[in-house]
Every structure is written in structure tokens, then in C-alpha cells.
């Protein structure tokens, strides 16, 4: 098992080596959620940016709630695709020039931002 994964009990270690697990394990998963971010296609301003929340949230929870608010996406929508609704937000979002990657069902459809 990767010494990451091992828990620590306060009483077996002392209080230093206790806050350094802690520590360690937020780092990696501030890490993870940067990879994943990566990998679903966000820019390099906005994985700054999460970076700057997380690096100052108390938790993982309050920090991608804030970076949600401030992207001002949907839930339906990540990086580099958005799920329009409607034909009429389908149109709208053409009009933009979002580029539309397949019929979801009946009147769901998978854009693509450029």
C-alpha cells in the first residue's frame, strides 16, 4: 500500500507527523482535480483560477462550488462541450458558433465550443 493511503492515528504519531498527512493528502487531491480539469478541456486562465480557489478553500466541495460560479456554466456543460436543451437553444447555440457533435435524444444535443 502507498504510504499516501496509510492512516495515521494521532495517538501513534505525533501531532506534526498527523498535520503532515493531512496536508499531504490535500495536495493530491488538488492535484487529481487539476488533472481532471485538464483532461476535460479547460484553458490554462481557468485552471489558474481553480488553482487560486482551491489553494484557498477549506474544503474540495466549497472550492468547486465557487469555481462553478465563477466559470457561469450550467451543469450541463464542461470545457469543451455544452448540452443544448431545445432546438430553439440548439439554433441559438449555432448562432454563436458552437458546432454540434451528435443528437443526443429527442431534443438533447451534444455542441462543441471552438
Known sequence: MHPLFVEISPAKASFSDYCQKLI???????????NFAKMQGYE????KRLEDILA???????????F????GESA???GKHIIAESESELLKRLNE???LV????????LLHKP
Open 97 to 99: 458558433g458552437l458546432s
Open 44 to 47: 490554462d486562465d481557468q485552471l
Open 24 to 34: 499531504t493528502e490535500k495536495k493530491l487531491k488538488i492535484e487529481m482535480l487539476l
Open 56 to 66: 484557498r478553500s477549506k474544503d474540495m466541495d466549497e472550492a468547486i462550488s465557487e
Open 102 to 109: 451528435q443528437n443526443l435524444n429527442g431534443d438533447r444535443f
Open 76 to 78: 450541463n456543460g464542461n
Open 68 to 71: 462553478r460560479s465563477l466559470k
